[in-house]
């Protein structure tokens, strides 16, 4: 079945309004991701641990409800090109992730890149968009954290309208969370525009957004 992920935007004010057909969120997309804590040292038995840690804390009651496999789970691609994911590390598949997150009530995120590899250096999705979309949207996931490492001369605006119309498409539409260099802006609705910088001060953070405008006009 055909699963719809919301595009909706939850833009810092400094940022002008979305295009038409693009709907608000009604609170930015909260959860927790893998990055900043343990890096590329990510695997099944750690997103287990901290879906139930966010459940058993009450933190999903206060309305967090991503989990985000952050860089570093994919390790190759098939011979049709198709993202796999590191089978040390995920020896269950993401399909199994996916569903034992989402038994708890929450919803699962994951990570890719513009460019031909990650900042981690997995396998980006440069001239993989749409099939990663494709994928992904099959995995049941509803948010994606899409970084900008390894881009060379790749064009950032051309670059993330490739993965956002990718998507969008009726047979692919999920969550996502752009970053160029540091953060672009965040939202949600048939999925979601999201920041990398987290630990960023808010300070820190309207100056890059009000530095990005030029990716929205």
């Known amino acids: 079945m055909k699963r719809a992920i919301w595009i909706c935007l939850a833009l810092l004010t400094v940022l002008p309004a979305p295009a038409a057909g693009l709907k608000l969120a009604a609170t930015p997309p909260m959860g927790w991701s893998s990055w900043n804590r ?9 997103i287990k641990s901290m879906t139930h ?10 309305g967090y409800q991503y989990v985000v496999i952050d860089d570093c789970w ?11 994911a590191d089978p040390k590390q995920f020896p269950s598949g993401i399909q199994a992730l996916v569903d034992y997150v989402h038994s708890k009530g929450l ?5 890719s890149d513009a460019g031909i590899r990650t900042c981690g250096g997995r396998p980006g999705s440069r001239g993989h968009e ?20 390894n881009t060379g001369t790749e064009d950032a605006r051309a670059a993330y309208t490739s993965v956002s119309d990718a998507l969008k498409a009726p047979d ?4 996502s969370a752009f970053a160029n260099g540091a953060v672009t802006s965040r939202g949600c609705g048939r999925k979601t525009l999201a920041s990398s910088g987290a630990r960023r001060a808010t300070s820190q953070i309207a100056g890059i957004a009000r530095e990005n405008t030029r990716w929205t006009g």
């Open 38 to 46: 343990f890096g590329c040292n990510v695997g099944e038995d750690l």
């Open 53 to 62: 840690a966010i459940v058993s804390s009450g933190m999903k009651d206060a």
């Open 74 to 84: 994919q390790v190759s691609r098939d011979s049709s090109g198709n993202i796999l």
């Open 107 to 111: 919803k699962i995120g994951i990570y």
């Open 130 to 149: 749409h099939q990663d979309a494709l994928m992904y949207a099959a995995w049941a996931v509803g948010y994606l954290k899409y970084d900008w490492c």
């Open 172 to 175: 692919a539409r999920s969550c």
